[in-house]
């Protein structure tokens, strides 16, 4: 299973970005789909995930800001960033579970400037 990251950039305090993680099979037939984050210097955290049965969850700093979801017709998983804040910057990475493991794609780069 591949998955692939990809719509960070710079933006600043405020704004919004969008990330899709992309599967090489379908997304709904995932367990589940998770989006983490590592800032420099820091560990690796959970942001949100998505279950299969459409369920989502999301760490507390992230709540009413950002929204984890599915879409059939691209086949990813998205992840909609709003009121973004310098501390939100980090490299961010999708996780995928599929048949009792997990598959990484690389990570990408979001960047808020205040």
């Known amino acids: 299973v591949q998955l692939q990251a990809s719509g960070g950039g710079l933006v600043q305090a405020g704004g919004s970005v969008r990330l899709s993680c992309t599967a090489s099979?379908?997304?709904?037939?995932?367990?589940?789909v998770g989006w983490y984050r590592q800032a420099p210097g820091k560990e690796r955290e959970w942001v949100a995930s998505?279950?299969?049965?459409?369920?989502?969850s999301y760490t507390e700093s992230v709540k009413g800001r950002f929204a984890i979801s599915r879409s059939l017709a691209e086949n990813t998983v998205n992840l909609q960033m709003n009121s973004l804040k310098p501390e939100d910057t980090a490299v961010y990475l999708c996780r995928g579970w599929y048949r009792g493991r997990e598959h990484w794609g690389q990570g990408t780069q979001v960047t808020v400037s205040s």
């Open positions: 099979i379908r997304v709904f037939s995932m367990t589940g």
């Open positions: 998505i279950a299969n049965s459409g369920s989502p």
